[in-house]
């Protein structure tokens, strides 16, 4: 699938290298439709939505983004087309021309492709999968079935797993769990669904079921069960060392740094940083160390020092944004939320990320995902 990738401290939008600058309101009008494709809105739910209530907008003044929108995307109207659908709004329709596929007979290079896209997932670099992804077809390219599935994921194209016919429960289970856990405030709720998965492991391929686990860890921390997360980080501390990975010993090791921070036990912390800053040195994974910055700054918190817990947490988030992998940046920003709601040891940045998670819950509308995903649950589990 042909993407659009947005900029937003410049608000330009990008497809296959060529930028489009748009002025603040046009950038915000398009990513919201883009990101809701082929849904219909009205003028007074893109008001609402798009300007707030801090302004004072008319239809107008949408009728005249729309336009100037139109115009600024004229040499892209191969691949979308902001539609009037009469008597109600708009709605941004998304085409996806077909191109010549040089892989279909080059084995060789599939396999590159592949060796490629697995690389940059291996060392968390988002952004260079999603250039690789978003020039797939002036590359002659096509993407490997996980990878054309799984970047939908790490872009944020959350909805689509909701709607789409062409993938399997079964295959889709994984991803929709994560969004649950995404989503749904109440730890006690998430754990119950990764547990009603859990006990039905042959609907979960490949280590999926080795992440759930894993992911396990800091929903009982939060839920504050500290005998089950102690008796789960046992247990997971055999699945990685049966599974040999550096992402996931990584991964368990935050997750250890999580129930450690949470009994203010911040000695063990540092110790159990420092190993996963061992294995850093030894493999570089961008997503992976924007994390572990992240959860320094908490560290630096509960040892007193607000100012370089400030810094840090600021740096770790940064580092996830130009990763570009959306739901790592949506997992921070919660942990980040849920920390200071522990230990409210800085009201101006406990502020600050609290209006950062309410943010992304409007953009990629949580409230909403989160009832179709109980219903999809209800149907299928």
Known sequence: METLHFFDDAYEVCWNSERIALLPKEYALLRFLYTRRNQVFRRTDLLDLVWGRDEAPTDRTVDDHVYRLRKKLRRWKHLLAIETVRGIGYKLTWKEPKRQNLLENNPELREHVRHMLEMYHGLGMGAAMQTLS????????????????????VTGDFRWFLTTPDLPFS??????????????????????????????????????EAELEINMISLLVEAKRWQQAEGQLQKVAEIVAGIQSPSYTLTYLFQRVCYLLDR????????????????????????????????????????????????????????????????????AIRKIDRFFQTFPLDSAWQQKYQKEWERVCAEYQFPALKRQLLDVFARHL
Do not use: C
Request: net charge negative; aromatic share 14%.
């Open 134 to 153: 978003a020039n797939k077809d002036v590359l002659g390219i096509e993407l490997d079935p996980f990878y054309a599935v799984y970047l939908r994921f």
């Open 171 to 208: 295959e889709k289970l994984f991803y929709l769990a994560h969004l649950y856990f995404i989503t749904e405030d109440e730890p006690v709720k998430i754990l119950d669904l990764f547990k009603r998965i859990l006990d039905g492991k042959e609907r979960l391929p490949g280590l999926w």
């Open 264 to 331: 203010q036990d911040v000695a063990e912390a540092e110790i159990a940083m420092k190993e996963a800053k061992a294995w850093l040195a030894e493999k570089p994974m961008q997503r992976e160390q924007g994390m572990l910055v992240v959860f320094e700054a908490m560290w630096q918190y509960l040892q007193g020092q607000r100012e370089a817990g400030r810094l840090s947490m600021d740096k770790g988030v940064e580092i996830l944004q130009q990763t570009r992998f959306v739901p790592h940046y949506l997992f």
